[in-house]
């Protein structure tokens, strides 16, 4: 079968596909197309001249290797797959369905003859344990849904028509998300489609491993937290309007849920940071969706609140350049987006609908972006509004903007 290629994360994993060194981790939300990703690496390393034999590719959700739960069986297994000489390269795929997975892939890694690859669920990956005992001998690369030029990049690699209308193209992006997989389906079975993610979710990475024993809670605060993406939060708020909507929660159970919520990659927090003392300030902050079909699958009210919706298009392609997001505080304005990459290189971001409402509109996005005394890009970016520059500050369109894969 032939694979989309994600040229944008293949660039990042292409300098480390020989390293024997170092477990390549590739995380990234249930459906993000991990697995599709680990195969186009596969076919990458054979393409360069690695004879097929040397390639041991094991899923362990399918067929024939899912009796495989224990670490000896997994250590024969690939003992049993990868009897040829020279150096091999080992993919598993879902290898969270292994207990002990760790001793056995760090043995073979200490052998220095194989490059290893592995994916899995979230929680149990993100969860430390695979950080405390494979401490620095692992590299993550996160896998995030489809940014906007990705997204038409498959629809023409799957045969679909493309809109000339960039802006009519990504408003279906907003309304429909990035899962690579829901490009096939279309109307009400592309969100059955989603909703059966966030489920698949639940049952595969939440419920028995978490040890959910208030299922119908739970289920309250995931509601709760994807409905109101991009609003400022803190656990005190959250508490109140669940108690208002006859859901009493104690406070470190909303805090549990919320970062089981986290290590699944559902929702991604992103924190306040004031750029005058340069550090982070405690308690509100905001969540982002990993990808916009979330919401949408699980409303009836399909209409778009283009405010949150652009700002979380603009956090999830901002962290899949690598950048890390918070929100900026410069006395009492507020920029949208910090982006930071490096601890050397930084962009300022505010987004919005339109700035060619009012003059008081134009003037609030401008404002805070203007009080931040730095040389470092600042940012403007609406859905489709006449080009203006500022004081240096670059006003962009967010459709051309990604649609070309630029970078801030």
Same mark, same amino acid.
């Given at each position: 079968?032939?694979?989309?290629?994600?040229?944008?994360?293949?660039?990042?994993?292409?300098?480390?596909?020989?390293?024997?060194?170092?477990?390549?981790?590739?995380?990234?939300?249930?459906?993000?197309?991990?697995?599709?990703?680990?195969?186009?690496?596969?076919?990458?390393?054979?393409?360069?001249?690695?004879?097929?034999?040397?390639?041991?590719?094991?899923?362990?959700?399918?067929?024939?290797?899912?009796?495989?739960?224990?670490?000896?069986?997994?250590?024969?297994?690939?003992?049993?797959?990868?009897?040829?000489?020279? +150096?091999?390269?080992?993919?598993?795929?879902? =290898?969270?369905? &292994? *207990?002990? $997975? !760790?001793? #056995?892939?760090?043995?073979?890694?200490?052998?220095?003859?194989?490059?290893?690859?592995?994916?899995?669920?979230?929680?149990?990956?993100?969860?430390?344990?695979?950080?405390?005992?494979?401490?620095?001998?692992?590299?993550?690369?996160?896998?995030?849904?489809?940014?906007?030029?990705?997204?038409?990049?498959?629809?023409?690699?799957?045969?679909?028509?493309?809109?000339?209308?960039?802006?009519?193209?990504?408003?279906?992006?907003?309304?429909?998300?990035?899962?690579?997989?829901?490009?096939?389906?279309?109307?009400?079975?592309?969100?059955?489609?989603?909703?059966?993610?966030?489920?698949?979710?639940?049952? +595969?990475?939440?419920?028995?491993?978490?040890? =959910?024993?208030? &299922? *119908?809670? $739970? !289920?309250? #605060?995931?509601?709760?937290?994807?409905?109101?993406?991009?609003?400022?939060?803190?656990?005190?708020?959250?508490?109140?309007?669940?108690?208002?909507?006859?859901?009493?929660?104690?406070?470190?159970?909303?805090?549990?849920?919320?970062?089981?919520?986290?290590?699944?990659?559902?929702?991604?927090?992103?924190?306040?940071?004031?750029?005058?003392?340069?550090?982070?300030?405690?308690?509100?902050?905001?969540?982002?969706?990993?990808?916009?079909?979330?919401?949408?699958?699980?409303?009836?009210?399909?209409?778009?609140?283009?405010?949150?919706?652009?700002?979380?298009?603009?956090?999830?392609?901002?962290?899949? +350049?690598?950048?890390?997001?918070?929100?900026?505080?410069?006395?009492?304005?507020?920029?949208?987006?910090?982006?930071?990459?490096?601890?050397?290189?930084?962009?300022?971001?505010?987004?919005?609908?339109?700035?060619?409402?009012?003059?008081?509109?134009?003037?609030?996005?401008?404002?805070?972006?203007?009080?931040?005394?730095?040389?470092?890009?600042?940012?403007?970016?609406?859905?489709?509004?006449?080009?203006?520059?500022?004081?240096?500050?670059?006003?962009?369109?967010?459709?051309?903007?990604?649609?070309?894969?630029?970078?801030?």
């Amino acid at each position: 079968m032939k694979l989309y290629k994600r040229e944008n994360y293949l660039q990042k994993v292409r300098g480390f596909y020989h390293d024997t060194g170092l477990i390549k981790v590739i995380t990234g939300v249930r459906r993000c197309g991990k697995s599709c990703f680990m195969q186009t690496i596969a076919e990458e390393i054979q393409e360069s001249g690695v004879p097929a034999e040397n390639i041991i590719y094991i899923n362990l959700d399918k067929r024939g290797f899912r009796n495989i739960k224990s670490a000896d069986q997994l250590d024969a297994l690939i003992e049993q797959t990868c009897a040829v000489n020279g +150096k091999k390269y080992l993919f598993i795929d879902e =290898i969270q369905n &292994v *207990s002990g $997975f !760790e001793e #056995v892939i760090n043995g073979f890694r200490e052998e220095e003859e194989y490059s290893i690859f592995i994916t899995g669920s979230n929680s149990y990956l993100l969860s430390g344990e695979l950080i405390t005992k494979l401490t620095g001998r692992y590299l993550e690369f996160e896998l995030y849904t489809l940014s906007f030029d990705e997204y038409l990049g498959m629809k023409q690699f799957i045969g679909k028509d493309i809109s000339s209308d960039l802006v009519s193209e990504f408003d279906a992006y907003l309304s429909e998300g990035g899962f690579p997989k829901a490009l096939l389906y279309e109307g009400a079975d592309k969100q059955t489609y989603i909703h059966g993610i966030i489920h698949e979710i639940f049952q +595969k990475d939440i419920k028995n491993r978490m040890a =959910i024993r208030k &299922v *119908s809670v $739970f !289920e309250t #605060v995931q509601r709760y937290i994807i409905n109101n993406f991009g609003s400022t939060m803190s656990l005190s708020n959250i508490m109140v309007d669940l108690q208002k909507n006859g859901c009493p929660i104690q406070r470190e159970t909303l805090d549990r849920y919320i970062k089981i919520l986290v290590d699944a990659k559902i929702i991604y927090p992103c924190r306040r940071f004031d750029l005058k003392s340069r550090k982070s300030i405690a308690g509100e902050q905001k969540y982002y969706l990993a990808d916009l079909g979330f919401y949408f699958a699980m409303n009836t009210d399909k209409r778009i609140n283009y405010g949150p919706a652009l700002e979380n298009i603009v956090y999830i392609y901002a962290k899949s +350049k690598g950048y890390s997001v918070s929100i900026g505080r410069i006395g009492k304005l507020e920029c949208d987006f910090i982006l930071e990459k490096d601890k050397t290189d930084y962009a300022y971001v505010q987004v919005a609908m339109t700035i060619m409402s009012s003059i008081e509109t134009e003037e609030r996005e401008y404002r805070a972006l203007e009080a931040i005394r730095d040389n470092y890009p600042k940012y403007v970016m609406t859905r489709n509004d006449l080009i203006q520059h500022r004081n240096g500050i670059k006003h962009v369109n967010i459709a051309s903007f990604m649609a070309s894969n630029t970078s801030f």
